[in-house]
């Protein structure tokens, strides 16, 4: 039991899989890993920023000014997430924009 807490601590290992199961992106660089699950992550942020418009405008959602509410964001994301999911974030970010910039050129 203390092995598999230490490969979930150390790896960042699944914890509702095997230790010792491999998938294929197991042997990726982290930055490659992280880009494959920003990229599978964008159709579900699309499909929540359809169903709840607000979530584009902070200003918008905000009863205070724009910078506030980014403020406030920022600190929760830095205070609850952990690197890799602030990496996994700008990165769906980066592609949202990219596909904004397209849809735009069109």
């Known amino acids: 039991m203390r092995q598999e807490l230490a490969e979930i601590l150390d790896n960042r290992a699944a914890i509702d899989l095997p230790v010792d199961l491999k998938t294929p992106a197991d042997g990726l660089p982290e930055a490659q890993r992280s880009f494959l699950v920003a990229e599978r992550l964008v159709p579900v942020v699309r499909q929540q920023q359809q169903d709840h418009p607000i ?6 959602s905000s009863r205070r000014e ?4 980014q403020s ?3 600190h929760a994301l830095v205070e609850f997430c952990n690197e890799a999911h602030i990496d996994v974030l700008q990165r769906v970010h980066a592609l ?5 910039a397209e ?4």
């Open 55 to 60: 979530l584009r405008d902070l200003e918008a």
């Open 66 to 69: 724009g910078a506030v509410a």
């Open 72 to 74: 406030v964001l920022a």
């Open 96 to 100: 949202l924009a990219e596909d904004d």
């Open 103 to 106: 849809e735009c050129r069109r």
